[in-house]
């Protein structure tokens, strides 16, 4: 079984920086692509960072500039850096990982169990 253990969240002021970072708990045969997704209460999950197996980045517009996905050196590990907080970043913020376990399995969508961001002063 796939666990994506994701770290580095927490409390944060307005202007401030986090560095989110997510894990594979095990090896994965194909990584497709790797990255961030939150949700506010009360709205739907969204795309806030991806990077493909190619180094290929997609941002949401209301992170660009701002945040900075990355890989590790580790596989399969990812980081998201977090610059010039708002308290619109509040959320609580998933890892995400497209791939394939092994060659038993189908490419499938992994998930972390989420880590809370809060940006307040």
Known sequence: QVQLVESGGGLAQPGGSLRLSCVASVSILNTYAMGWYRQAPGKQRELVATMTSGGSTDYADSVKGRFTISRGDAKNTVYL?????????????????????????????????????????
Do not use: F, I
Request: hydrophobic share 25%; proline share 2%; charged share 20%.
């Open 81 to 121: 850096q977090m610059n010039s907080l708002k308290p619109e970043d509040t959320a609580v913020y998933y890892c995400h990982l497209d791939g394939r376990r092994s060659v038993l399995t189908s490419r499938a969508d992994y998930w972390g169990q989420g880590t809370q961001v809060t940006v307040s002063s």
